[in-house]
């Protein structure tokens, strides 16, 4: 038996003598167990950074007191955040440090916020000084209302990133996963930070493993509909749907090529699940795997060169690489226990999976070209689907946790973790920009 994570149904195998025959069936996700609270990060050597020195100052107001004051209370613990998350910052606050003394004895930078507004229109004005100089190296003016605020201090987080890290920052990236409402499953998407979710899917029915294009326009999950599985395009602006495959045999785990032009799946068609590819308009349907074991959930290389699996063709689930057209399959996975749900890092570097440890999964991280690898998250409790960011630093992952499921921030290289304030059983999230 294998069981399909990333999709998070559990394909079970029966052998039927007669015909030598595979058949599969697709159930509900089991229910989160109960487990310790615990989390231990195990970090590879020498990926650990020295935080930037950031103060945020308190913001300031200016205009229409009460509408800036509005916005001050809400836009500054939504900053801080980003910045902590971004795991580039050592960040600390208070007022601004203009005195003199103050200033000698400070590194780093400092970033200043003054909103004013006028009437329902706010204008965020940014500075960054220098310290202990504190000469201003960046600065600019970001137009806001109260319904696009948090966005926007997500797009101001960003360009700190930016200016200050030189990378690109995360905080307006969104993740997409799949809700346990009733009896149904729908999918959701939601800001990076787990807050302003949106519910994508209404069809009361059984939605599994999104996957977003990679300009945000398309989204193609795994659906039951009339007792199997089939895969379903949405155009996100509109709404509408239409089965972009459809049986014979269950269809799972979708996944989009970085073009946003095909979708690779898993389908049991030909009576054990085969890994294929169909165009975004159904046309050109291409099976890659031929082998007579199970090969489900993949994961597309940044480049689209290569697609990464998960296969039990050795009597137990490892991950694999092929191809894009099939060819040049090799394990990637050492460990002998089960490992699940690949997911290809942006770089294409790094494969990030789960793995199977004493009755419980953890997060494990792989070179692709080598194969060395190690665990990221090690303890009692249990860290499943992993997705990578578009930065290659984090990754969201459903970690079970007291009892509940919830979908957590890890990042790579500190090792700090960050629980997103998403509440009910979710599945199967996936991190797009």
Same mark, same amino acid.
Request: glycine share 10%; hydrophobic share 35%.
């Given at each position: 038996?294998?069981?399909?994570?990333?999709?998070?149904?559990?394909?079970?195998?029966?052998?039927?003598?007669?015909?030598?025959?595979?058949?599969?069936?697709?159930?509900?996700?089991?229910?989160?167990?109960?487990?310790?609270?615990?989390?231990?990060?195990?970090?590879?050597?020498?990926?650990?950074?020295?935080?930037?020195?950031?103060?945020?100052?308190?913001?300031?107001?200016?205009?229409?007191?009460?509408?800036?004051?509005?916005?001050?209370?809400?836009?500054?613990?939504?900053?801080?955040?980003?910045?902590?998350?971004?795991?580039? &910052?050592?960040?600390?606050?208070?007022?601004?440090?203009?005195?003199?003394?103050?200033?000698?004895?400070?590194?780093?930078?400092?970033?200043?916020?003054?909103?004013?507004?006028?009437?329902?229109?706010?204008?965020?004005?940014?500075?960054?000084?220098?310290?202990?100089?504190?000469?201003?190296?960046?600065?600019?003016?970001?137009?806001?209302?109260?319904?696009?605020?948090?966005?926007?201090?997500?797009?101001?987080?960003?360009?700190?990133?930016?200016?200050?890290?030189?990378?690109?920052?995360?905080?307006?990236?969104?993740?997409?996963?799949?809700?346990?409402?009733?009896?149904?499953?729908?999918?959701?998407?939601?800001?990076?930070?787990?807050?302003?979710?949106?519910?994508?899917?209404?069809?009361?029915?059984?939605? &599994?493993?999104?996957?977003?294009?990679?300009?945000?326009?398309?989204?193609?999950?795994?659906?039951?509909?009339?007792?199997?599985?089939?895969?379903?395009?949405?155009?996100?602006?509109?709404?509408?749907?239409?089965?972009?495959?459809?049986?014979?045999?269950?269809?799972?785990?979708?996944?989009?090529?970085?073009?946003?032009?095909?979708?690779?799946?898993?389908?049991?068609?030909?009576?054990?699940?085969?890994?294929?590819?169909?165009?975004?308009?159904?046309?050109?349907?291409?099976?890659?795997?031929?082998?007579?074991?199970?090969?489900?959930?993949?994961?597309?290389?940044?480049?689209?060169?290569?697609?990464?699996?998960?296969?039990?063709?050795?009597?137990?689930?490892?991950?694999?690489?092929?191809?894009?057209?099939?060819?040049?399959?090799?394990?990637?996975?050492?460990?002998?226990?089960?490992?699940?749900?690949?997911?290809?890092?942006?770089?294409?570097?790094?494969?990030?999976?789960?793995?199977?440890?004493?009755?419980?999964?953890?997060?494990?991280?792989?070179?692709?070209?080598?194969?060395?690898?190690?665990?990221?998250?090690?303890?009692?409790?249990?860290?499943?689907?992993?997705?990578?960011?578009?930065?290659?630093?984090?990754?969201?992952?459903?970690?079970?946790?007291?009892?509940?499921?919830?979908?957590?921030?890890?990042?790579?290289?500190?090792?700090?973790?960050?629980?997103?304030?998403?509440?009910?059983?979710?599945?199967?999230?996936?991190?797009?920009?």
């Amino acid at each position: 038996m294998i069981s399909n994570s990333l999709t998070r149904i559990t394909v079970v195998i029966m052998v039927v003598a007669a015909a030598a025959a595979l058949i599969l069936r697709a159930s509900v996700p089991r229910k989160a167990e109960a487990r310790s609270t615990e989390v231990r990060i195990g970090l590879k050597r020498g990926l650990k950074r020295d935080p930037i020195p950031l103060r945020l100052d308190d913001w300031t107001s200016a205009g229409d007191m009460a509408g800036a004051a509005s916005a001050t209370t809400t836009g500054k613990p939504v900053l801080e955040n980003d910045l902590t998350i971004s795991g580039l &910052f050592g960040v600390t606050t208070g007022s601004s440090v203009s005195d003199s003394t103050a200033v000698a004895g400070l590194s780093g930078y400092e970033l200043a916020v003054e909103v004013h507004a006028t009437g329902r229109d706010e204008d965020l004005n940014v500075r960054v000084y220098s310290l202990p100089g504190r000469s201003v190296v960046w600065q600019k003016t970001y137009r806001a209302t109260d319904t696009i605020l948090r966005r926007v201090v997500h797009e101001i987080s960003d360009d700190v990133v930016f200016q200050l890290a030189g990378e690109t920052g995360i905080a307006q990236s969104q993740i997409a996963y799949s809700l346990e409402l009733g009896r149904a499953r729908e999918i959701f998407i939601a800001d990076y930070d787990g807050f302003n979710p949106r519910q994508a899917t209404r069809d009361r029915n059984l939605d &599994f493993s999104p996957s977003l294009s990679s300009d945000g326009r398309w989204l193609v999950y795994s659906s039951l509909r009339r007792q199997t599985y089939a895969i379903v395009l949405q155009d996100i602006s509109t709404g509408r749907e239409r089965v972009l495959f459809e049986g014979p045999g269950s269809a799972l785990s979708p996944a989009f090529s970085p073009d946003g032009e095909s979708v690779a799946f898993a389908t049991s068609r030909d009576g054990n699940h085969e890994i294929y590819t169909v165009k975004r308009d159904g046309t050109g349907l291409a099976r890659l795997t031929r082998s007579e074991a199970i090969d489900v959930q993949p994961s597309w290389s940044p480049d689209g060169r290569q697609i990464a699996f998960c296969s039990d063709r050795t009597g137990t689930a490892g991950i694999y690489v092929m191809g894009s057209d099939g060819t040049d399959t090799r394990r990637i996975s050492r460990d002998r226990n089960r490992c699940e749900a690949p997911s290809w890092s942006p770089k294409g570097v790094l494969l990030a999976y789960m793995a199977r440890v004493s009755g419980t999964y953890d997060t494990r991280i792989a070179d692709v070209a080598t194969g060395n690898d190690y665990n990221l998250t090690q303890g009692n409790g249990s860290d499943e689907s992993p997705h990578w960011a578009a930065n290659g630093r984090h990754l969201v992952v459903v970690a079970h946790r007291g009892g509940e499921t919830g979908l957590f921030i890890l990042n790579s290289e500190s090792g700090e973790t960050f629980h997103l304030p998403i509440r009910g059983n979710v599945e199967t999230p996936t991190w797009y920009r």
